[in-house]
């Protein structure tokens, strides 16, 4: 898994074009062909990203189940 950076800026900008729009209560956002392009990839990388630090977390949870714990009980010389 490559821990490169994510480009998020198609992201950065999507989000601020909505802003803007909800500001100047525009009733729609329109984006040219490559823009959406540009989007769609950057959110396919994000989705990739998250799936395969969620496989990690998980894996390092499930991983510590098969451990074996030794506990001894000796009787507990008190006196």
Known sequence: MQNDPINTIPVQQFIQQVKSA????AKEVKLDIQSAK?????LGE???KLNGDLESILEKKYSRADETIKVELDGGNHW
């Open 38 to 42: 540009r989007l769609a990839f950057t």
């Open 46 to 48: 994000v989705m990739s």
């Open 22 to 25: 909800d500001a100047g209560n």
